[in-house]
């Protein structure tokens, strides 16, 4: 099984599309049909860069886009 190669821009345009709505690393996993750990590890990248932040409600970790990754760059 081989794994199609993603950006941090493809993990972002997934939660682009849930609006403010916070989503669990599995949602975004089936979305972009790739393993959660790989999804995971972008997804902490991101975090690092101040992009997403997480809460995690029983256990799960929920994901959503920053105020600064909603803001248009210029």
Known sequence: MAIDPLTNDDV??????????????????ARLSAPKPYVTTHLQQL???GLVGFNTHRGVRR????????????
Request: aromatic letters at 4%; hydrophobic letters at 45%.
């Open 47 to 49: 975090a690092l860069k």
């Open 12 to 29: 972002l345009a997934v939660l682009k599309d849930c609006d403010a709505t916070a989503v669990p690393t599995a949602h975004i996993s």
């Open 63 to 74: 994901w959503r886009l920053t105020t600064a990754a909603r803001t248009p760059r210029e």
